[in-house]
């Protein structure tokens, strides 16, 4: 039998992923179905599904496309047989009964497992504990995670873990960009809470050497203080320029990098983009926009809701 297997691209701030599908038409339903945290006992190979989660975001990748969500199954398998084990054949994941394609996120870690690959292999009598992600419907109801002789996982919302926020708002696909936040308030992204702690101007920022930035004539400096914490279960990384789209009196415009330098006790947040956030802790940091003297408003946009400053 042959198996054929597509690969495509998704796109990411720093690099790719990439992915394979195995998307076709509704499973049987005739599997003998087991529960997340169970060990499935077969010929051949003892299985346990140890952690599942599911979000639009993850890292610095590309927020997967309206309306579809990105899920992720850490696994413990072991291959009691003697012939090598194909991940790419063992594995069938579908959400509602649609087989789905997985994705791969490189050497990005999910709850401190390594990815693993549809192309790699397990040798016999070798275990692995690694995970596998697929791009799913934003609104499933069940996925199955189908594995040979005819057995399944079932998972439901309920088994998600602290990336979804068991179905918030904050993850959702659906944009909630008309959601205004001010000075004070937080909005969730992927279970990183990111508070806008204060905001303001300045025409003068020194690097506390000998040298010094100033705006151009007629700009001044919009500092903007930010607080990140990370409640999700695994380490996370913030880069403001990936999260936020940057608008100034309704134009399109961009943050300024001060990289090196120290406002009030706070560094840059671009000196901390590849600063892992352990799990509840947090970085804080600031941002620069330049802007005109008499700006009226400056706009953050993101998927999850739009921090707007006023002069």
Do not use: H
């Not at 990439?18 to 060990?39: E, R």
């Not at 697929?134 to 309920?158: F, H, Y």
């Not at 100033?214 to 607080?227: A, K, Y």
């Not at 300024?256 to 560094?267: K, M, R």
């Amino acid at each position: 039998m042959l198996i054929y297997i597509s690969i495509s691209f998704a796109k990411k701030t720093s690099g790719s992923g990439s992915s394979s599908s195995n998307s076709g038409s509704a499973v049987a339903s005739s599997a003998t179905v087991y529960k997340k945290s169970d060990t499935i006992s077969a010929t051949g190979y003892n299985l346990t599904i140890t952690s599942v989660d599911s979000t639009p975001i993850f890292g610095d990748y590309v927020e997967a496309d309206e309306g579809e969500e990105y899920f992720f199954f850490a696994f413990d398998l072991e291959n009691t047989s003697e012939e090598e084990i194909d991940i790419g054949s063992f594995f069938t994941v579908s959400a509602d009964n649609q087989k789905c394609s997985y994705i791969s996120f490189g050497t990005t870690k999910y709850n401190d497992f390594q990815s693993t690959s549809t192309l790699d292999s397990l040798a016999a009598n070798r275990s692995m504990k690694r995970y596998l992600a697929a791009t799913v419907p934003q609104d499933w109801k069940e996925i199955q995670i189908l594995c040979p002789e005819g057995n399944a996982v079932s998972i439901s919302r309920e088994d998600l873990g602290s990336m979804s926020n068991n179905s918030s708002s904050s993850n959702s696909t659906t944009s909630n960009k008309e959601t205004v936040y001010g000075v004070g308030d937080t909005i969730t992204r992927n279970g990183l809470e990111i508070t806008l702690t204060r905001a303001g101007t300045t025409n003068y920022v020194s690097d506390g050497f000998y040298s010094y930035y100033e705006p151009d004539d007629g700009n001044t400096f919009v500092i903007l203080f930010f607080s990140i914490k990370n409640t999700s279960d695994q380490a996370q990384r913030f880069n403001a320029t990936s999260v936020f789209d940057v608008f100034v009196d309704n134009y399109s415009d961009s943050f300024t990098g001060f990289l090196g330098t120290e406002i009030e006790g706070y560094d840059d947040l671009s000196d901390q983009s590849y600063t892992d956030i352990p799990k509840g802790k947090s970085i804080k940091g600031y941002k620069v926009i330049q802007a005109p003297e008499n700006f009226k408003k400056i706009e953050l946009i993101s998927r999850q809701g739009t921090f707007v400053i006023r002069n």
